[in-house]
């Protein structure tokens, strides 16, 4: 009897841990995206704001290839930011933060750092 309780407990102990361990929440942060920042780039933005970020006037996408990476930078990773629900710095970015949600249902999360760098190494014009 004492031996069947003891088996007992001890596989609940087993699988209270086991399910622990499938219990990945913990490792979010570390993200493996699912494109690279070219295709993002030439799938989600291109559309707004040009092949080449000239700026597209019908969207209302304003020219990139005139912004420093540093300002890039502030700008996408505020929209990134206000369009998943977090803080914004209260700049006037409704339509990219909406737009953002649904990059990202589509799977097409994009590092924001390595954007600005992408925009800035092959778009700008003063460089
Ligand atoms: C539906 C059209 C649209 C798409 C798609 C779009 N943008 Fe924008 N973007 C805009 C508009 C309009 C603005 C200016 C107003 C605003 O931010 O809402 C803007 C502003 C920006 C700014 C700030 C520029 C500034 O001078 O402050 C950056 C940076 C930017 N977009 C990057 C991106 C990136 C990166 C993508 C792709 C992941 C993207 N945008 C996709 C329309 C778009």
Do not use: R
């Given at each position: 009897?004492?031996?069947?309780?003891?088996?007992?407990?001890?596989?609940?102990?087993?699988i209270a841990?086991?399910?622990?361990?499938?219990?990945?929440?913990?490792?979010?942060?570390?993200?493996?995206?699912?494109?690279?920042?070219?295709?993002?780039?030439?799938?989600?933005?291109?559309?707004?704001?040009?092949?080449?970020?000239?700026?597209?006037?019908?969207?209302?996408g304003p020219?990139?290839?005139?912004?420093?990476?540093?300002?890039?930078?502030?700008?996408?990773?505020?929209?990134?930011?206000?369009?998943?629900?977090?803080?914004?710095?209260?700049?006037?970015?409704?339509?990219?933060?909406?737009?953002?949600?649904?990059?990202?249902?589509?799977?097409?999360?994009?590092?924001?750092?390595?954007?600005?760098?992408?925009?800035?190494?092959?778009?700008?014009?003063?460089?």
């Open positions: 009897m004492n031996k069947a309780i003891t088996i007992f407990f001890g596989t609940i102990v087993v841990l086991s399910g622990c361990g499938d219990d990945d929440s913990s490792k979010q942060e570390v993200k493996n995206y699912k494109y690279t920042t070219a295709e993002v780039y030439e799938k989600m933005c291109a559309k707004c704001h040009g092949e080449k970020g000239e700026g597209v006037k019908k969207e209302k020219a990139l290839n005139d912004q420093e990476v540093y300002e890039l930078k502030m700008g996408i990773t505020d929209i990134k930011m206000g369009g998943i629900g977090g803080h914004s710095s209260g700049t006037e970015h409704e339509i990219m933060e909406h737009n953002m949600q649904k990059i990202i249902e589509k799977g097409m999360d994009y590092d924001t750092d390595a954007m600005a760098q992408y925009i800035y190494e092959n778009f700008n014009i003063n460089k």
